[in-house]
């Protein structure tokens, strides 16, 4: 049995794909998520990756979700904090509620996630922590204050969380999608996209799950122990740093 990875809202899209691809690549793997049992259950009979339903924006809930994962599989090496949300609207219009269940998700879950099994990485010499950003808290986004300041947030914590793992063997890295052909994606309007969205991507297309969860099985990797603190934009050229 490889190492366990833990991959929150594992069990659609992205984060799919990602638990797919580290399975594939061997780790014994744990999909978290937090509303959706049929497709969770749906995802676990058809590719036999155990599903753990929680939400990432409560410290308690991860941590007990935490230990029952690390209970029925073994220690967690890997971790891929890949669950987010969107609330969008103008900043004149958005209410607190809007900011805060973003944040809650998107950059408070990364500290409820990480922090439970930090020590443990610690103790055991070695960890990897991905995050999942976003090319919009790269270069920020109208009508998504929320999601472009929690996802910039994930890249401050990155850098940081790295300064601090690399003596103890644990690299944090970041990898920032840009439009990716997820069933959310794939759903805005033909023209729109056809019109307004693929004109700005010089390679002239979505990217795929796939492509990201690459990324993430390269970074969990035992030979990726030198890179750390990093960012890694997978947007087709949209946008460059």
């Not at 998700?105 to 991905?130: A, C, E, Q, Y």
């Amino acid at each position: 049995m490889g190492r366990v990875a833990l991959v929150t809202g594992g069990s659609r899209g992205i984060g799919a794909a990602i638990s797919v691809a580290l399975k594939e690549a061997g780790y014994t793997v744990a999909a978290n998520y937090a509303g959706n049992d049929e497709a969770a259950q749906a995802f676990t009979a058809e590719t036999g990756i155990a599903t753990y339903k929680w939400s990432v924006a409560d410290y308690d809930a991860c941590a007990a979700g935490v230990a029952k994962v690390q209970a029925d599989l073994g220690p967690v090496d890997i971790l891929v904090n890949n669950a987010g949300i969107t609330r969008d609207a103008m900043f004149h219009k958005m209410t607190p509620q809007q900011w805060r269940e973003v944040i809650d998700t998107n950059l408070n879950g990364l500290f409820n996630m990480t922090h439970p099994l930090w020590s443990g990485m610690r103790d055991r010499k070695f960890g990897r922590v991905i995050n999942i950003s976003s090319i919009n808290g790269q270069k920020g986004q109208a009508g998504q204050a929320n999601y472009s300041a929690s996802k910039a947030g994930d890249l401050g914590m990155t850098k940081a969380l790295a300064q601090e793992g690399a003596r103890a063997g644990i690299t944090v890295n970041a990898i920032c999608p840009g439009y990716i052909g997820t069933e959310m994606v794939k759903a805005i309007d033909e023209k729109v996209l056809n019109e307004r969205i693929l004109p700005l991507i010089p390679v002239g297309r979505l990217g795929e799950p796939e492509e990201v969860a690459r990324i993430v099985v390269f970074l969990a990797s035992e030979g990726s122990g030198f890179i750390t603190g990093s960012t890694i934009s997978a947007n087709g050229g949209q946008f460059f740093v």
